[in-house]
DNA sequence: GGATCAAATATCCTATAGGATTTCCGAAAC
DNA sequence: GTTTCGGAAATCCTATAGGATATTTGATCC
């Protein structure tokens, strides 16, 4: 085995800043880089292989998505974790957009994508259930057919990811059986049902985090 | 009067990926730069007087942002207008948040804001309507109080101010009455009325913006 | 013991140079 | 007239060096 750039460097010629965005947006998520740390550009650079430009790019973007913020000749740190306040506007803004998305999935889904629905259930530990049910959430937000729903939702379920992976949340039944409601009402193509089904099961779920703040 | 870096320079020290971001962008929703049209990092550094680095992390935030498309080794460039699958999407996330932020607005708007809204009645122009209305639908997204409504509202009307833009339309008498009838209800504190108006606007003004697609 | 101030370090910000790739333009062939 | 091919130009992408600033550490003073 003669592999010499094996370790964690970057190769791929597909634009190195595209992929160092995924990288860091990758370990933000697992909290390999925790809320409220400091993010260095050098650091980055060395780490990866890499000049420091793209690394520049790929926290432009970042801030730009609201997962790191920048100070003036202080350089880039994560975004704090977030308190009660931003946690309550999260939700009011999903129950505004995901009700609506999972109506619109109910009634125009295609069943290619129908198909690809799981509740989670046979998530076998923390991480996994977290990777399903945010690709749970996208697949149905996909299914709403508008492009802006789809990427607001995903900015936003980023930062739910973040959240529950803060606190390690258990895996809940109802949880599961929210999903499955959800399921149901798409298979079915009731709009009605798909749509409370979502509000009800966003709205057990912000009170199932809410219990972690405190402050 | 002996001002040297007068021009088109930019010199002051807080941050000039900031202040390039802030500049490109305006040149993008005045049509200073037109929809898909290719953005080059060399000229922009010329004509600002600043280095390719500042210019590349203004860029990839446009890019976060939707105002710009980048190919790899090809360039950055505007993207393109808007067609009627955008439009619609875009007016169909407009319904979902705008009303629901106008009853907030009316419920809970801090009075010092709300003497501030104006329906444009008084703009001498096309731009100056064009700015008021934006800045009209931005206080009253500020005024829901939650910060992910009005940055996703923001990003939005930058869209549907350069739409706009393009075809130059007219100040309707229609749009005015529609804001008046907006900034009655939020002075009254009606909720209900303040958020079937703002429905009624936006539906209003979809159909006057449609009118100008014909593919 | 706590607070204040100054020097040292680490980091960011900017600028410039060189290699790699796409795009554009013109000529030749069909 | 249309298409194809080749070369030149423009552009982007990456890397490195130097100046400027914030943060940290340590010593001194109260």
């Given amino acids: 085995m003669l592999n010499e750039t094996a370790d964690r460097t970057i190769a791929r010629p597909s634009g190195l800043a595209e992929e160092v965005y995924r990288r860091v947006r990758a370990d933000i998520m697992s909290l390999k880089i925790p809320p409220d740390t400091r993010v260095s550009v050098d ?9 420091q430009t793209p690394i520049r790019e790929a926290l432009s973007m970042l801030e730009a998505n609201g997962l790191v ?22 939700f009011e803004f999903r129950l505004l957009i995901e009700p609506h998305a999972a109506r619109k999935a109910a009634e125009a889904m295609a069943d290619t994508d129908k198909a690809q629905l799981a ?3 046979a998530a076998p530990s923390h991480d996994a259930f977290a ?3 945010t690709e749970f959430h996208r697949l149905i937000a996909q299914g709403a057919g508008n492009h802006l729903i789809a990427d607001s939702l995903a900015r936003l379920h980023i930062h739910v990811h973040i959240f529950r992976s803060c606190f390690r949340s258990e895996i809940t039944e109802e ?4 999903h499955d409601a959800i399921i149901a009402a798409i298979h079915a193509r009731d709009g009605d ?5 979502m509000r009800r099961h966003i709205e057990r779920s912000y009170g199932r985090l809410r219990d972690f703040i405190k402050d």
């Fill in 175 to 178: 949880a599961v059986h929210e």
């Fill in 119 to 121: 509740s989670g259930e």
């Fill in 69 to 90: 913020s920048k100070r003036h000749f202080a350089g880039y740190a994560t975004s704090p974790r977030m308190d009660r306040a931003q946690l309550d506007e999260l």
């Fill in 193 to 197: 049902k798909a749509e409370a089904a």
């Fill in 131 to 133: 990777d399903m049910d």
């Fill in 43 to 51: 650091s980055l650079a060395r780490e990866l292989g890499v000049s």
